[in-house]
């Protein structure tokens, strides 16, 4: 089986554009969730939808944004880009909300 | 929200040697994973544990969910363990996968 996968796998922006990253889960899994994971740092949690509806969100700007769909992937968005959203943004899926997680490559998002 | 610590920071191995990595949490959590990135990036799950003890090959780990902190032993560890070694924990209050800062590990041949 496929697991999670992500796109792009890079990208490379400016300053106050935007960006949509995408998502899809492992099939038959429900609960997307995304995290966003500074060089040196751990992953931080940014949104989790479980059957499309929005589950959780952390400290994150409301430049932030996602969605998930009837086929249960998700894309993430990110508007009026900052140097600091730099960084790589991981996808998660699980079965039901609040089970092991497993994590796609991650899309490395470098902001000029 | 929920402080997730993890020690050590860094940690040099020699090929063969065994290791303990460990994790505290300030909070009770429903869940408790440890996961190992490789140098490009990938998150790998390693145990799903809220509490006590699995084993998987050469990696084990305890959770003492009452004492809140975790344990990842780490036995005749080879150059194919070098990574950074993730705990996270999921708060009982809300739905935020919380990640500690990591222990970065080297196992030198």
């Known amino acids: 089986d496929a697991g999670v996968t992500q796109s792009p796998t890079h990208l490379i922006k400016t300053r106050g554009q935007q960006v949509t990253l995408r998502c899809s889960p492992i099939?038959?899994?429900?609960?997307v969730s995304w995290y966003q994971q500074v060089l040196g740092q751990g992953p931080q949690f940014i949104f989790q939808y479980y059957e499309k509806e929005e589950r959780g969100r952390g400290n994150f700007p409301d430049r932030f944004s996602a969605r998930q769909f009837p086929n249960y992937s998700s894309e993430l968005n990110v508007n009026a880009l900052l140097l600091g959203d730099s960084a790589l943004y991981l996808c998660a899926s699980t079965l039901g909300a609040e089970e092991t997680q497993y994590f796609g490559p991650g899309t490395r998002l470098l902001v000029l | 929200g929920i402080q997730v610590e993890q020690s050590p920071p860094d940690l040099i191995l020699q090929e063969g040697a065994n290791s303990t990595l460990r994790c505290n949490f300030s909070?009770?959590?429903?869940?408790l994973q440890w996961f190992h990135q490789n140098p490009w990036g990938q998150l790998i799950n390693l145990f799903y544990?809220?509490?006590g003890t699995k084993q998987n090959g050469r990696l084990s780990a305890t959770t003492v969910a009452t004492e809140r902190y975790s344990l990842l032993y780490i036995s005749s560890s080879q150059t194919t363990d070098s990574g950074v070694y993730f705990c996270a924990v999921d708060p009982l209050t809300d739905y935020k996968l919380s990640f500690g800062a990591g222990t970065t590990v080297t196992v030198r041949a």
């Open positions: 909070d009770s959590v429903n869940n």
């Open positions: 544990i809220p509490s």
């Open positions: 099939s038959g899994h429900k609960s």
